[in-house]
C-alpha cells in the first residue's frame, strides 16, 4: 500500500485518535478499515493486496484484492468449513479440503492455457476477481456475492466517451504521473532494483526510477545464447545509457530446464505460459541482490502494445467488408492449403519475412474469418485449443466474458474493446499470476507502477489514435520515454520473452514428455482423450507439424496433477 503514509495523516486529521506502534503499511491498513470501514477504505487504497479482515462489531468477515489482480485470493466452502488463502496449498493443508479438479476449470484451461477467474482448478473453490470483496458472516455459511469498489468496465466507458486531443498536454501529464507511480513504488525499507529486457515498458520505469535516484538503480536481465531468443544486448545498452549498476546472466539450457519441475508447485494450478521459465529465472537472479524489484508489466493492455491488436484491427475491417458467407467459403478454402507446405516456404522467406510457422498461422486466420462475431473471433485468436471440451472427458465450458457481449462496456471500436477484454481477463490471469507466483516462489516482492490505478484512469482518456498512432504501438509511452533514452536506441523489432519448446520437446524433455502423454496413462487417469493429444505428438516428434503449445498446455496439467 504505496499511500499509507499519505491515508495517517488524512486519519489524524479526521479527529481519530491512533497510537501507532510503527510505520508498517498493513497498521495503516488496519486503522483505516476500523476508521472508515471496508468499503471507503477499499477506494482510497493505491497498492496491491489481497486482504482478509474481521469485523468484531459486525461479526463478519471481509476479502478484498486489488483493482488490477496482482494479488490473488482464493476462497469457497468444503465440508461445511470456509477456506481462504493468498494460495491454494494453503487451503490443502486443512482437513476439510476435497481436491476435485473441477472439469470445466480444465476445459477453460485447455482454451487459454491459465484458468480464469472466478474459477479455480478445484471444485468449489473461486479466485476473488480483481477490484471486487466479499462478506462471509461468522459461521462461514453465508457468503455475499462479490462486490465491486472500482469499476474498470464504467472507467473505460467514461474515459472512452470523453476523450482528450491535445497530446502535447497529454504526454508532459503522463510523465509526470509515471514520475510518481514509480516514486512511490521505490520506497523501501530493503534493497531495491527493477527487471530490464531492454523493451519499451522495462526501459521505462528504469528510466524514470533512474531519473528520480542519487544512486544507480539495480537492473536485472537474463539472456539466451540463441539469438533468436536474447534481448539481454539491449537492456544492457539502455543499461549503460542511463547508468544503472547492471546484472546479467546468460542461461544455459539446463538451467532453464531445471525449472520446469517446480512448476507445478510454484504456480499451485495449472499454468502454461512458457515464458513462466524466464521469469522465474529472472526473479532468481534479481533475489540475489535485491528484496524488491519493479517491473514494466501493464503497458500492453493499457496503450495498444501487442501485435495482436494490430492484427485484430485488420480482420476487422475484412469483417466490416466481406460478408459473412464469403469469408466462410474464404475459410474454407485457406483451410485446404497444406499447413506443412506454408511452413516450408516460411522457413526459406529472408529476412523479417522469415516465418517458420506461417502454415500455422494461415490455418489460424482460416478459422478466425469464419467468426461470426468480433467476440468470438478475438476469443478464437487468443485461443489453445478450439474445442476444449471435445478433448476433456466430461468437460462442459462455462461461459465467459467472451460469451457476455451484453456486459462489456459501451465503447467505440474494437481496438478499446480488445484492451479491455485483455485488462480483466489476460493481464490478472495470465500476465500478473506469472510475475506474482515467480518472484514470491524466491520471497522478491515484484511491484507494477504501470498499472497505479491512477495510470489505468489516465489511459483510458487517451484516444487510441495516440496509442496506435503513424503506425507505431504504445506511441505516446514511448514519447514519454524519448525524453530519457534516444529513439534510435529503442526502435527496434521486439523478441519476446519466450524460451525454446518446440526443440525441447523433441530433444532434452522428449523422455519426460512421453512419460506424461502416455496413452496408458491418460486413460487411466481419466481427464483427457488420448487420440488427438497422442496424434499432435507424434506429429511434432517427426517434425510434420508443430505443436508444442498445445502439448505444453497438456503437459503442465499433467506435471501438476503428478
Known amino acids: 500500500m504505496y499511500n499509507h503514509k499519505k491515508l495517517r495523516n488524512i486519519l489524524e486529521e479526521e479527529g481519530g485518535h491512533f497510537e501507532w506502534r510503527g510505520r508498517s503499511d498493513t497498521e495503516t491498513l488496519l486503522a483505516a478499515l476500523r476508521h472508515w470501514g471496508a468499503e471507503k477504505t477499499l477506494r482510497l487504497l493505491n497498492g496491491m493486496f489481497a486482504f482478509a479482515f474481521w469485523d468484531r462489531s459486525e461479526r463478519v468477515l471481509y476479502l478484498a484484492r486489488d483493482r488490477m489482480g496482482i494479488k490473488p485470493i482464493y476462497y469457497g466452502r468444503h465440508n461445511g468449513t470456509f477456506l481462504f488463502g493468498s494460495e491454494l ?96 513504488r521505490m520506497a523501501a525499507d530493503v534493497p531495491l532494483g527493477a527487471f530490464l529486457s531492454g523493451g519499451y515498458d522495462s526501459s521505462l520505469v528504469v528510466a524514470l526510477m533512474q531519473a528520480q535516484s542519487v544512486n544507480p538503480v539495480q537492473t536485472f536481465s537474463i539472456g539466451y545464447h540463441e539469438p533468436k531468443f536474447n534481448e539481454a544486448i539491449y537492456a544492457k545498452e539502455v543499461a549503460a545509457y542511463l547508468g544503472t549498476d547492471h546484472t546479467e546472466l546468460y542461461i544455459k539450457p539446463e538451467e532453464a530446464l531445471n525449472v520446469i519441475p517446480k512448476i507445478p508447485a510454484i504456480w499451485d494450478e495449472p499454468f502454461s505460459d512458457s515464458s513462466q521459465i524466464p521469469t522465474y529465472l529472472v526473479s532468481q537472479l534479481t533475489r540475489k541482490h535485491v528484496t524488491v524489484s519493479l517491473s514494466g508489466d501493464g503497458g500492453d493492455e493499457q496503450f495498444f502494445g501487442y501485435n495482436r491488436y494490430v492484427q485484430g484491427v485488420a480482420v476487422g475491417r475484412f469483417f466490416d467488408s466481406v460478408p459473412y458467407s464469403a469469408r466462410k467459403y474464404i475459410g474454407n478454402m485457406l483451410g485446404k492449403v497444406s499447413v506443412n507446405s506454408v511452413n516450408r516456404i516460411g522457413e526459406n522467406l529472408p529476412g523479417s519475412l522469415n516465418n517458420p510457422m506461417l502454415g500455422d498461422r494461415l490455418r489460424k486466420f482460416s478459422n478466425l474469418i469464419k467468426e461470426q462475431s468480433f467476440l468470438a473471433f478475438y476469443q478464437e485468436l487468443n485461443n489453445r485449443w478450439k474445442d476444449p471440451a471435445e478433448i476433456v472427458i466430461n468437460g462442459s465450458e462455462p461461459k465467459t466474458i467472451f460469451d457476455s457481449y451484453d456486459k462489456l462496456p459501451k465503447l467505440p471500436s474494437i481496438k478499446e474493446q480488445m484492451m479491455y477484454l485483455d485488462a480483466v481477463m489476460y493481464l490478472p490471469d495470465d500476465i500478473l499470476t506469472k510475475l506474482d507466483r515467480a518472484s514470491m516462489a524466491i520471497s522478491l516482492e515484484a511491484r507494477v507502477p504501470l498499472l497505479d490505478h491512477r495510470v489505468v484512469e489516465f489511459g483510458w482518456r487517451v484516444p487510441t489514435s495516440l496509442k496506435y498512432h503513424q503506425g507505431q504501438r504504445k506511441w505516446i509511452l514511448r514519447e514519454v520515454l524519448y525524453k530519457y533514452l534516444p529513439k534510435k536506441l529503442m526502435d527496434r523489432p521486439k523478441k519476446g520473452f519466450g524460451v525454446p519448446i518446440e526443440y525441447w520437446l ?57
Not at 487417469?525 to 507439424?545: A, D, N, Q, V, Y
Open 89 to 184: 496449498k494453503a487451503l490443502k493443508e486443512h482437513p476439510d479440503f476435497r481436491g476435485i479438479v473441477d472439469r470445466q476449470a480444465l476445459t477453460l484451461y485447455l482454451r487459454y492455457g491459465y484458468v480464469p477467474s472466478p474459477w479455480s482448478i478445484y471444485q468449489g473453490i473461486n479466485k476473488l476477481h480483481p477490484a471486487h470483496y466479499i462478506k462471509v458472516s461468522d459461521n462461514g455459511e453465508s457468503i455475499s456475492d462479490p462486490m465491486c469498489f472500482w469499476d474498470l468496465g464504467q472507467i473505460a466507458q467514461e474515459g472512452a466517451s470523453h476523450p482528450r486531443y491535445d497530446s502535447i498536454q497529454l504526454i508532459q501529464e503522463l510523465d509526470e504521473l509515471l514520475l510518481d507511480a514509480i516514486k512511490i
Open 506 to 562: 523433441r530433444e532434452p524433455l522428449r523422455d519426460w514428455a512421453e512419460s506424461l502423454l502416455d496413452e496408458k496413462r491418460l486413460r487411466e487417469e481419466g481427464f483427457f482423450t488420448p487420440e488427438p493429444i497422442r496424434k499432435m505428438w507424434t506429429e511434432h516428434l517427426s517434425g510434420e507439424r508443430k505443436w508444442h503449445y498445445y502439448l505444453w498446455d497438456v503437459l503442465m496439467f499433467q506435471a501438476w496433477l503428478d
